[in-house]
Structures are given as C-alpha cells and as structure tokens.
C-alpha cells in the first residue's frame, strides 16, 4: 500500500510542477511581450527544452553566481553537461 501512496504523491509533485513550469513560461512570455520597455522585467529568461525539462533563471546575469555554486551542489552531473554546451558554442578543444 506504501508504494501506491508514494506513487500518487511522486505523481502530484510531479504535475504540480510541470503546471507551475507552465505558468511561468506563461508569465515570461507575456513579460517578453510588453511594448512598452517601462513594464517589462528585463532580466527573466526561461529555456524550455520539451515537456518535461527546463531550465529557468531569473535576475541579473552578473549575481547569478551563488545560485550556480548552489546548482551544481545539488546537482553535479550537471558540470559536465554545462562544460560540453561551453566547448561546442566557443569550439574549445580539451587536449
């Protein structure tokens, strides 16, 4: 019976934040799509990749650096990764 519950609370979480994924993409799209440049919040971005991966960052690019050291303690796959995306888009070469 346990594993059922954890299902149906894993499967809540997990719809639950694809919904708030979803709202927020909404959000920042009709932020993007302000004319007037005094209504608009120029420092969201939100990458979505398909349904069920995205990344989202939210204020100015030059104090992101603590969120990033708190993203790759939680997840430190993720170094790899971001260190492939940076080789191919600078065509760095590791020797």
């Known amino acids: 019976m ?3 519950a954890d299902e149906v609370v894993r499967s809540t979480a997990e ?3 694809r919904s708030l994924a979803k709202a927020l993409k909404h959000e920042l799209e009709v932020n993007d799509a ?3 440049p005094a209504r608009r919040v120029h420092t969201s971005l939100l990458i979505c990749m398909d349904e069920d991966r995205f990344i989202a960052l939210d204020g100015s690019a030059h104090r992101m650096e603590e ?3 708190e993203l790759f ?3 430190p796959e993720l170094r790899s990764v971001v260190q492939e995306v940076l080789n191919k888009m600078f065509r760095i070469e590791s020797h």
């Open 2 to 4: 346990d594993g059922i």
């Open 15 to 17: 719809k639950n934040i």
């Open 34 to 36: 302000q004319e007037n």
């Open 67 to 69: 969120c990033f050291i």
């Open 73 to 75: 303690k939680r997840r």
